[in-house]
């Protein structure tokens, strides 16, 4: 079973930049693909990024030169650095994790397990 806790939402102005962290604990690998997605009130879930088993990172067009992820195996924990931040990019944000690989329709997939989320507010 693998628990997932997110770290380092918040709110900042139009332009600004986070950095969120997602800290995993239990029986996680490199096996293991792993996402961020968003979601804000009224709206469906988003894929934001994901690094698949196989290294393979995505985005969604979204924040495509805006945001990176990436991984730090030692310390089981993902991040997602975020720049030049917009309204829009208002929403809850967690991390998830899925045994094997994900491919290139992540952002619709369901995955093992999620953390609770850390909010992000743009103004």
């Known amino acids: 079973h693998v628990q997932l806790v997110e770290s380092g939402g918040g709110s900042v102005q139009a332009g600004g930049s986070l950095r969120l962290s997602c800290a995993a604990s239990?029986?996680?690998?490199?096996?293991?693909?792993m996402g961020w997605f968003r979601q804000a009130p009224g709206k469906e879930r988003e894929g934001v990024a994901a690094?698949?088993?196989?290294?393979?990172?995505s985005y969604t067009d979204s924040v495509k030169g805006r945001f990176s992820i990436s991984r730090d195996i030692a310390s089981r924990t993902l991040y997602l650095q975020m720049s030049n931040l917009r309204p829009e990019d208002t929403a809850l944000y967690y991390c998830?994790?899925?045994?094997?690989?994900?491919?290139?329709?992540?952002?619709?997939?369901?995955?093992?397990?999620r953390g609770p989320g850390t909010q992000v507010t743009v103004s």
């Open positions: 239990g029986d996680i690998n490199t096996r293991y693909s």
């Open positions: 690094i698949d088993s196989d290294g393979t990172i």
């Open positions: 998830a994790s899925k045994v094997g690989m994900c491919g290139p329709n992540w952002s619709k997939l369901r995955f093992d397990s």
